[in-house]
């Protein structure tokens, strides 16, 4: 009998994504500005803050001469927060939320104190070494520092504020969709129950050992489906779940179930929905393998094409299908819950020709991070 598989990890995919980045495990709400779309993020913010400023202040005659001193001057205090809020990411991280906003919000301003003292005094010394600086850096020290201070504080606070706002808002969506996606989990019940207890019952009496092998399998394989904790798993543990139902069902069909795992191009870090795979080969065995006096070949197989893992499961099917109810209901449970995780990135195809039936999954692929 193939090796049993290991007992779940009580921690979670998502758990080993917060233990490699601190700042995922929810307490803080800022994005990383260590990320090129961050930077691009704050450099237009800069430019509009830099433009709002300058129709507010400036004539037409000195419009396109304030925005371009303006402009550069806000681009160097945007440049040097982000790098701040980069550095100290990991430390904010470990905080409260208010602590961490609390503590982001001082040094952004003390940031932009640094970086206006630095203007003004280069001012000063292109003053002092040319005689004149054509009007381009500030002459009142106080005036200027203290309007500085006041609009960077003021811009910090709101988009600190965003930040949290947006977060709030991803963090809900989130929970929404994880607490949909484990009530469908809830609602897939397996068929071969009773079937699996009889069988256990009565290899009890002729081969106690096997009936004990049965009966751990059996034990891990509802430790799986009943479990709550996990919305997402790496692809071997899903696979695993499956291969312990084949070998409960194969205690009862005999010879009459044969499965081909055609699985070795898949990626087996791949993140996947919990309870992806098992369904399909349940249903495969339901709605086809039961109902042929013969039996028949179950083929699990998948392959990874541009970034999308595509998973085929295809079974035998009488020439009438049988009036069997479940089938649609597990297939569209398995649709809603990959639409939950990548919405409008995967899709579930359903082919019944030639007396096969074929169910596609296709997914981003999505590596689970060690």
């Not at 009580?10 to 929810?26: K, W």
């Not at 081969?207 to 509802?222: G, H, I, N, Q, T």
């Not at 595509?310 to 035998?316: D, Q, R, W």
Request: charged letters at 20%; aromatic letters at 8%; a neutral charge.
């Amino acid at each position: 009998m193939p090796a049993r598989m290991a007992r779940p990890p009580p921690s979670d995919v998502m758990a080993a994504v917060r233990d490699a980045d601190p700042a995922a495990s929810g307490t803080l709400y800022l994005p990383d500005f260590c990320a090129a779309r961050s930077v691009f993020a704050v450099v237009v913010i800069v430019q509009l803050v830099a433009l709002m400023l300058t129709l507010a202040g400036s004539g037409t005659a000195s419009f396109w001469t304030d925005l371009a001193r303006t402009s550069l001057f806000l681009l160097w205090v945007g440049l040097a927060c982000a790098a701040v809020l980069c550095t100290s990411r990991t430390k904010l991280a470990r905080l409260p939320s208010g602590q961490a906003a609390s503590l982001a919000l001082g040094l952004l301003v003390a940031t932009i104190a640094v970086v206006s003292e630095l203007v003004f005094q280069l001012g000063r010394w292109l003053a002092r070494s040319y005689g004149t600086t054509a009007g381009m850096f500030p002459e009142h020290h106080a005036e200027f520092m203290l309007r500085t201070l006041a609009i960077g504080f003021i811009v910090s606070a709101l988009c600190l504020r965003y930040f949290y706002v947006a977060a709030e808002w991803k963090r809900s969506v989130e929970l929404e969709a994880r607490a949909r996606i484990r009530a469908l989990q809830a609602r897939i019940r397996p068929h071969f129950l009773f079937n699996s207890m009889n069988t256990i019952a009565a290899l009890t009496r002729s081969d106690p050992a096997r009936a004990e092998e049965a009966v751990e399998d059996l034990a891990d394989l509802f430790r799986a489906n009943l479990s709550d904790s996990r919305s997402v798993i790496p692809l071997k543990e899903e696979l695993e779940v499956a291969r312990i139902y084949q070998r409960v069902e194969q205690l009862r069909l005999g010879d009459r179930l044969k499965v081909e795992w055609l699985v070795t191009e898949l990626p087996m870090r791949a993140l996947v929905p919990s309870l992806l795979v098992q369904p399909l080969i349940e249903n495969a065995v339901y709605h086809g393998i039961e109902a042929l006096a013969d039996g028949g070949v179950i083929t699990v197989e998948g392959h990874v094409t541009d970034g999308s893992i595509e998973l085929s499961v295809t079974n035998p099917v009488p020439a009438v299908l049988p009036t069997r109810q479940g089938n649609r209901l597990a297939l569209e449970n398995i649709r809603q819950r990959l639409d939950l995780v990548w919405p409008g990135s995967s899709s579930v195809v359903v082919r019944h020709e030639h007396g096969e039936y074929r169910v596609t999954l296709t997914f981003p692929y999505q590596e689970a991070i060690q």
